[in-house]
């Protein structure tokens, strides 16, 4: 994702001027409008599709669900 930051738009999203304005800025201008969240499910990761094989994996989190959002709301 190193390529992601340094674009305008996200530059701009984080409320900083500049930024590269190349491909990846226009890769990243189609990708972000009106997103307020991306649920990152398992099919993002890999080519892994089907049921889980057991609940022994509870992710990197652990057990504890947790529902955060930025410190501005």
Known sequence: M???FPT???RKMQGHDG???GV???IASKALPE???W???R???????????????KGWWGDERRITRPSSC
Do not use: K, Y
């Open 2 to 4: 190193e390529w992601f």
């Open 8 to 10: 305008r738009v996200v």
């Open 19 to 21: 930024g590269e304005t």
């Open 24 to 26: 990846d800025n226009g």
């Open 35 to 37: 997103i307020g969240a």
């Open 39 to 41: 649920i990152l499910g």
């Open 43 to 57: 099919n993002m990761f890999g080519p892994v599709r089907g049921p889980w094989p057991d609940d022994s994996w």
